[in-house]
């Protein structure tokens, strides 16, 4: 117990040191706009996976509407700054808040559907979502809500995306996360050891739903726009296919896949046409390869390393 | 005052009766077995008592309340946790985390203690660790705390899967076929465990088996199931010669 404490102190240390070496790249113009750019689409899709991992990796339940809680926390923080003119923090709480309560409210009744059958529910309520706001005039329907402040930078996303990481691996790493867990791997020993199943999948929706409204926030903060066509049915398999391919079920699968997939995506800027390409090819290539994704439900720790290098005890590296 | 008492129970399913008349009555610390031809609704029986069904009608009551209308995780929180006839572990989880989960109930820390890492989030997991490790210790599975679910051999499993049910503390615990597709030797190792576990937890035991040298020697009291409907109950050298048990099982003599 001891040392899941020195271990969070050096994790919040290495994370701290990570930010300040980019800000000294960002401050002597090493890394210019066009992958200050990526960086923070970066944070942000590493939110959103992890976010959805949460769902779909450890609680098992198979969602693709994620977008849809995405546009909620974009649109809410946006009316939050530009029609009332509050502060930005006050924005992304209240996006988050809003993505949560939508959470909850299609959590209930749609958590009752299992596998394919809740996938299908999911990804239609995602589209009821954005279909909805593109029909609110208020938040400037088709054309999208426009004139919004640049408030993201690069603090912010880290932040978040810090905030996000450590709160999702805590969460995960109790009694709660485990029943979390129990549900994903047998349902009925998990009612049958006295878990309420119902409550902890409407949880993790929610938690997930939450922080998929700060990605939000963040997201159209930083392209000064909230318009539906960013949170297609698309963006929610572009996150499905993050949580896929890192592992369902590993936090740190879910970043490393949210970096690389970003990366791709950015290489392949000049060629749009190629992206879905070489994303698909990918899928395939993973999925007769490694069907478990990059690192199944393992985490990424020293410890693996270690092992790999050949000298550590063995042992799991989950969980920690 | 009996810890479980069961009667008139009755489940059908469309047109077809499961379970129907069913009357039991267990008493603190007994050991008892429920025994019967395939398809007789032993494990009906069980899914109505863990709140897996919902009884068409009957009275259920468990330490002086009704456990009508509980859902399974209620039944189990009240204190009856049980063991299923196809293993049904967290295979993909070590062991030790599949004795972890079963405490979860007890746990008294919240969401928000646990993410922000305060209050009584170290002491209880510290606790968690430990009751778990005692529990283990017991089934003689400490060894493999590490190991994946899935990976240990059958036996094993088995034994893992009643640690589990016991680490939920229950007062009752339901063993559904506990030597389902184990050889005689391991059937006499579970016989004894079985044994050992009344005894020295002070648990009342329930357990469906289609293993007679197992019923006969380990079980005080033995309900035997046909059609639906409680036929016998006695002690197993009562059961072994009634008549009604006889032909349920190796069907009528020949005139």
């Known amino acids: 117990m001891k040392g899941n404490v020195k271990q969070d102190i050096l994790r919040l240390a290495a994370s701290i040191g990570l930010y300040v070496l980019v800000m000294v790249l960002l401050e002597v113009g090493f890394i210019g706009a066009f992958w200050e750019l990526n960086l923070v689409l970066i944070c942000i899709n590493i939110i959103l996976a992890v976010s959805l991992n949460l769902i779909t990796g450890f609680t098992g339940q198979f969602s693709i509407g994620h977008a849809g809680f995405m546009a909620v926390g974009a649109y809410m923080s946006a009316v939050f700054t530009v029609k009332l003119g509050l502060p930005f923090i006050v924005a992304i709480i209240a996006g988050a808040i809003a993505a949560a309560i939508l959470g909850f409210a299609i959590g209930v009744p749609t958590l009752r559907l299992k596998g394919d059958y809740l996938a299908i529910a999911t990804l239609g309520l995602g589209e009821i979502i954005r279909i909805t706001i593109l029909n609110i005039p208020y938040v400037g329907g088709a054309s999208g809500l426009m004139g919004i402040p640049r408030f993201t930078n690069f603090t912010w996303a880290f932040f978040a995306m810090a905030l996000t990481v450590f709160f999702i691996k805590n969460f995960i790493n109790s009694s709660h996360g485990r029943a979390c867990i129990s549900i994903r791997e047998n349902e009925i020993a998990a009612e049958a050891m006295g878990i309420d199943t119902t409550k902890y999948k409407v949880v993790a929706f929610t938690i997930g739903a939450a922080f998929a409204g700060v990605a939000g926030g963040l997201f159209s903060h930083y392209f000064y726009i909230a318009h539906p066509a960013s949170f297609t049915f698309m963006k929610s398999f572009d996150i499905l296919t993050m949580v896929v391919l890192g592992g369902m079920g590993s936090i740190t699968g879910s970043i490393t896949a949210a970096i690389l997939l970003t990366f791709i995506s950015a290489a392949l800027a000049s060629y749009p046409e190629w992206r879905m390409v070489v994303y698909s090819l990918l899928l395939i290539i993973l999925m007769i390869y490694r069907p478990q994704g990059l690192f199944g439900n393992k985490e990424l720790s020293l410890k693996v390393f270690g092992r790999i290098l050949g000298g550590g005890k063995s042992g799991s590296a989950q969980h920690k | ?255």
């Open chain 2, 1 to 255: 005052m009996a810890l479980l008492n069961i009667s008139k129970l009755s489940k059908e399913f469309g047109g077809l009766k499961a379970v129907s008349n069913f009357n039991m009555e267990i008493n603190e610390g007994e050991l008892i077995g429920l025994i019967g031809p395939n398809g007789a609704g032993k494990t009906t029986a069980f899914n109505l008592m863990t709140g897996v069904y919902e009884p068409t009608s009957g009275e259920m009551d468990f330490a002086g309340k009704s456990l009508l209308g509980l859902k399974p995780y209620q039944v189990t929180q009240r204190g009856i946790a049980r063991t299923f006839q196809n293993i049904r572990l967290f295979a993909d989880l070590s062991v030790l985390d599949n004795v972890k989960i079963a405490y979860h109930f007890h746990v008294k820390y919240g969401m928000l203690e646990s993410v922000l890492r305060i209050g009584r989030y170290y002491a209880e997991e510290e606790e968690i660790e430990k009751k778990a490790l005692e529990c283990l210790n017991l089934f003689k599975l400490a060894d493999r705390r590490d190991e994946i679910a899935k990976n240990l051999p059958y036996g094993e499993q088995r034994r893992l899967e009643i640690a589990r049910a016991l680490a939920a503390q229950p007062q009752l615990l339901l063993l559904d076929e506990p030597a389902a597709g184990m050889n005689p030797q391991e059937t006499h190792q579970l016989m004894e465990m079985i044994r050992w576990i009344r005894d020295e937890l002070k648990l009342t035991i329930l357990l469906i088996e289609h293993d007679m040298s197992l019923v006969m020697g380990v079980c005080e009291r033995i309900y035997v199931l046909d059609y639906g409907s409680i036929i016998a109950q006695g002690n197993p050298a009562e059961i072994r010669n009634n008549p009604r048990v006889i032909e349920a099982y190796l069907g009528e003599e020949v005139h």
